[in-house]
């Protein structure tokens, strides 16, 4: 079964940090791209970040860059995104993602087939 374990959400104030984790099983880890959504409360989900299997490319939401970074460590078939300057407008459940297409190009472009349970994340202004 895929497995997608998130955690490191947290309250934190605004201009803080926070690091999100996705622990992932169930599948060859670096065959696909893998992300980060959010849904904030009475909004839409939106695509956050993601970094391709194929390359290591990453790819940011205008919202979330020079702010959030995405990395990976394929030994742990595990996903970081570090949130820093967060913001109230950040405040969303995050969820970890997978899309069977490792070779995105684009955050656009990202599909989601495989959700996580989801993290939630509050800042406070």
């Known amino acids: 079964d895929v497995q997608l374990q998130a955690s490191g959400g947290g309250l934190v104030r605004a201009g803080g940090s926070l690091r999100l984790s996705c622990a992932a099983s169930?599948?060859?880890?670096?065959?696909?791209?893998i992300g980060w959504f959010r849904q904030a409360p009475g909004k839409e989900r939106e695509g956050v970040s993601c970094?391709?299997?194929?390359?290591?490319?990453?790819y940011y939401a205008d919202s979330v860059k020079g702010r959030f970074t995405i990395s990976s460590d394929n030994a742990k078939n595990t996903v970081y995104l570090q949130m820093n300057s967060l913001k109230p407008e950040d405040t969303a459940v995050y969820y970890c993602?997978?899309?069977?297409?490792?070779?995105?190009?684009?955050?656009?472009?990202?599909?989601?087939?495989?959700w996580g349970q989801g993290t939630l994340v509050t800042v406070s202004s």
């Open positions: 993602v997978v899309d069977l297409d490792g070779t995105i190009d684009a955050m656009s472009a990202f599909v989601p087939l495989w």
């Open positions: 970094i391709s299997s194929s390359d290591g490319s990453t």
């Open positions: 169930g599948f060859t880890f670096d065959d696909y791209a």
